[in-house]
């Protein structure tokens, strides 16, 4: 699965450490610690594959997160991850349009069912739209910019 690039986006502290080291040897894994970061990694022609998101970031938080993935160029799928169960998050974020929801504290095999099924799911989407337009965001002048700024966040 080393073709498949995978951002963690982790704002407080460093509790998605441990999430970072299971995908390590399974992805290509890049890291941001705010949604300006991260709209920098989603507004790339070929963005992540996937985004493992903590709940909140020092300027947005996972719903932001799931907006910047969005209006990426290419599919991506938004894992929102917390620091502990949170049944109320998990109906939010899946209720929101994120893929799947994990914890900090959840067990390798989980964490790779989840990003086994998060890469199937987007691969055959990525493909699909490549079929459909060669080169995505260009021609139509209305791709919305993915730059992010703090006011963006209250909207």
Request: proline residues 8%.
């Amino acid at each position: 699965m080393k073709k498949v690039w995978t951002l963690v986006l982790c704002g407080r502290g460093d509790h998605l450490i441990s999430l970072r080291q299971i995908l390590g040897p399974l992805v290509k894994v890049s890291d941001a610690r705010t949604c300006e970061e991260a709209a920098r990694y989603l507004e790339k022609p070929n963005p992540p594959h996937l985004v493992f998101t903590d709940a909140a970031m020092p300027d947005g938080s996972w719903l932001d997160v799931l907006r910047l993935a969005a209006k990426a160029p290419r599919p991506v799928n938004v894992i929102v991850a917390s620091r502990a169960p949170d049944v109320r998050l998990y109906m939010e974020a899946m209720d929101a349009g994120a893929f799947d929801y994990v914890t900090a504290s959840s067990l390798i095999p989980e964490v790779a069912h989840v990003l086994r099924n998060a890469a199937e799911n987007v691969i055959p989407r990525r493909e699909a739209q490549q079929r459909l337009c060669p080169a995505p965001g260009l021609g139509s002048g209305k791709r919305k910019s993915l730059r992010w700024s703090h006011s963006a966040a209250s909207v």
